[in-house]
């Protein structure tokens, strides 16, 4: 099954300490992924995608097709940063294409 | 430009009455979907619409119906509502379908049903 794990309910940072938020991914083909934040009382909005090897507010998503994984990184968190964030993989069914979402990490960075 | 607006924000129902949420997107997007959201189990979608007049099934389809008799407008319906569909309810919109990953979501709607 195409799928993306968060194996991570909850973490929880000190502030300027490294965060890692894990994502793995089950798929036969080659995976586009992605990275979902929502902030307190705010919409949910795209961090980041794999495909454009781009860093958004200082945080990284490296694909690792050996490992299957699509960890989110950021050398010193900040306050700011927590938030729920969501893995999300387009599967491909034979109805089409569609954006499936992980259980979602819930980070917290403490002063 | 608003984005994409949900009407309620909360609603609380007993079981057995109906309901519909109201998804309106300003973008001139042809998708949308409605996902719901449940602690520890991510965004799950309900049932999407690749453009005005059409719509279709996601994961977790069973008891809700949907229409998209205009392209700005995506209505999500409760027939007979069950303490099961407590949630928070989300609608998305895109230009191009899923093959961006981009999707806009809207503000959420809490809907607890007892």
């Known amino acids: 099954a195409q799928r993306v794990t968060q194996p991570e309910k909850l973490l929880s940072v000190f502030k300027g300490a490294p965060v890692e938020l894990k994502c793995n991914y089950s798929?036969?083909?080659?995976?586009?992924l992605f990275w979902y934040v929502q902030y307190s009382r705010q919409r949910l909005q795209l961090l980041l995608r794999h495909i454009s090897r781009e860093s958004i507010k200082g945080f990284t998503a490296d694909l690792n097709k050996g490992e299957t994984s699509f960890h989110l990184k950021k050398p010193f968190a900040q306050e700011e940063d927590s938030a729920m964030y969501y893995c999300?993989?387009?599967?491909?069914?034979?109805?089409?294409?569609?954006?499936?979402f992980g259980e979602g990490t819930q980070l917290t960075v403490n002063p | 430009n608003a984005g994409v607006t949900q009407t309620p924000k909360f609603r609380v129902l007993k079981t057995g009455q109906s309901m519909t949420l109201l998804c309106a997107q300003d973008?001139?997007?042809?998708?949308m979907y409605w996902y719901r959201q449940d602690p520890g189990m991510g965004l799950r979608l309900i049932h999407y619409s690749v453009g005005e007049g059409t719509t279709a099934k996601g994961e977790v389809p069973d008891g809700y119906n949907v229409s998209r008799l205009k392209k700005q407008n995506f209505l999500l319906g409760l027939e007979s509502a069950a303490p099961s569909q407590t949630s928070v309810y989300f609608c998305?919109?895109?230009?191009?379908?899923?093959?961006?990953?981009?999707?806009?979501f809207g503000e959420g709607s809490r809907l607890t049903v007892l």
């Open positions: 998305a919109s895109s230009y191009a379908g899923w093959e961006t990953g981009e999707l806009f």
């Open positions: 798929y036969s083909g080659s995976p586009e």
């Open positions: 999300a993989l387009i599967r491909e069914e034979t109805s089409g294409s569609r954006l499936t």
């Open positions: 973008m001139n997007h042809e998708y």
